[in-house]
């Protein structure tokens, strides 16, 4: 017997790859997705809130309620958009203006709402900024024991960062709500770039999307081609999809349990995501000039890139090799 769907909340800054997350996940029969939060990242909160209507809409999503949240960082100001995500936030699709419309109720208020009104506690699948979900903590503790896990996707491991030499953009616009919500203690999962950086598409795959009968495999196709022609590149990166194609099958992925540090300090380092790798006697003794944090938590290494490839494609009704 099949398990049944798990039930999610996504928070998302929608966003290029935000909306390859979103086609998998509103078609994937695994998940359940109770809500959508937007919170300012990849683009201003407006474009957030229409990108992720607009493509709902497009593919004709069921009517999961979206929620309009934090509009900047808690600290620090909103940087200009990357251009990867096009002028509108979402590959410039030029989507018909959406139907549906957000909730009334702040995204952390939605947020509240969904896990209370849940019967069983939900997997927050974060793939922005951590502004909505640092503020839904510290307003609401009583609701953290509704919550099975937070999989974010965000900060590094092995790798050099992409916004900052040593930080990944969704920690850095939002340092403060990074530690808040890794460091919480509560069961977190990071998907950091070390796996976002595996998973893609070469333009023959992105043209069987494009040929496919699912507008979402076509609208997935059209984003990814958009991202080949901006670098200019042979492949796309399905980016935070391979974030939800984890929480979809876990056993694709390679985790190590650590603690971390996110770097709060000014200058190069700010917003690095820090994992205390010495063993735990070195830890212990050797704190003199640095206090590991006790938060542990499961960090992704590597995942198996094939694997999901083919649950992206296939949920959307592509078959890749691989
Ligand atoms: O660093 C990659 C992350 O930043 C992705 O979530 C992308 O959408 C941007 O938000
Ligand atoms: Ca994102």
């Known amino acids: 017997m099949d398990n049944p769907p798990l039930p999610i909340l996504l928070d998302v800054d929608t966003g290029a790859d935000d ?15 109770r809500a959508i939060t937007c919170v300012a990242g990849n683009h201003p ?12 809409d497009f593919v004709d999503a069921p009517d999961v309620p979206v929620a309009a949240g934090m509009q900047q960082p808690l600290l620090e100001a909103m940087r200009p958009p990357f251009p990867l995500h096009g002028n509108d936030g979402m590959a410039d699709l030029g989507l018909p203006s959406p139907r549906r419309k957000p909730v009334g109720e702040h995204a952390v208020e939605l947020m509240r709402r969904t896990l209370q009104d849940a019967d069983e506690p939900l997997t927050v699948v974060a793939l922005a900024p951590l502004t909505n979900i ?60 070390d796996p976002f950086r595996q998973v893609r598409f070469n333009r023959g795959e992105i043209a069987d999307f494009l040929a496919a009968d699912d507008v979402a495999a076509q609208t997935a196709g059209r984003i990814m081609l958009q991202m080949c022609d901006y670098f200019p590149a042979d ?9 939800v194609a984890m929480v979809v099958d876990p056993e694709g992925a390679t985790t190590e349990r650590l603690p971390i540090t996110v770097d709060l300090a000014g200058g190069v380092n700010r917003g ?3 994992f ?20 542990a938590i499961d960090v992704v290494a590597r995942v198996d890139a094939d694997r999901y490839r083919r649950l992206f494609a296939g949920t959307l009704g592509v078959q890749v090799g691989g």
């Open 134 to 193: 640092a503020v839904f903590l510290r307003m609401y503790p009583d609701l953290h024991a509704k919550i099975a896990r937070i999989v974010s996707m965000g900060g590094t491991f092995r790798v050099p960062g992409n916004t900052s030499p040593t930080a990944e953009f969704n920690v850095r616009q939002d340092p403060e709500a990074a530690a808040m919500v890794l460091e919480s203690g509560l069961p977190v999962t990071l998907y950091p770039l």
């Open 272 to 274: 690095r995501t820090v």
């Open 276 to 295: 205390d790798e010495r063993s735990q006697k070195s830890r212990s003794t050797h704190s003199h000039w640095w206090q590991t944090s006790q938060a």
């Open 45 to 56: 909160l407006s474009n957030v809130v229409d990108n992720t209507l607009r493509l709902l």
């Open 235 to 243: 492949s796309a990166l399905i980016g935070d999809a391979g974030t």
């Open 19 to 33: 909306a390859l997350a979103l086609l998998l996940a509103v078609r994937s029969p695994a998940l359940d997705v």
